[in-house]
């Protein structure tokens, strides 16, 4: 006599995963705006030159210490704005990717 596995066994409850997919959807959302409306700070030439960014890559200051303004060397007061520029950019970035990662549990989510 052969047992009969209960109707539905094994299969996915589609319904459910459609609300799991939705729910995280709606997860990340609110996660990707609490993100962009975040202020980071970065500073480069030890701290002579800060940076403030917000989560959509917005700088919204930028502090120079006027002891390193040098008229006659402009170029290093730009390479350091460059500098802070770019460790605000990247710490926006691990930011971002650090809380999308604890949302979806480090799976790997193509387009994301």
Sequence with gaps: MKARL???FG???VNALMRQAQK????????QEELE?????????????????????EITSIKIN???????DIEMLEDMVAAAVNEAVRVVDADSDKAMQELTGNANFPGL
Excluded at 24 to 31: G, V
Excluded at 37 to 57: D, F, L, P, R, W
């Design 37 to 57: 409306n975040t202020e980071y700070q970065a500073s480069a030439g030890g701290g002579m030159v800060q940076i403030t960014m917000t989560g959509k890559h």
């Design 6 to 8: 209960p109707q539905g």
């Design 24 to 31: 995280m959807q709606e997860e990340m959302k609110a996660k």
């Design 11 to 13: 299969k996915p409850d």
């Design 66 to 72: 006027p002891e390193i303004v040098d008229k006659d």
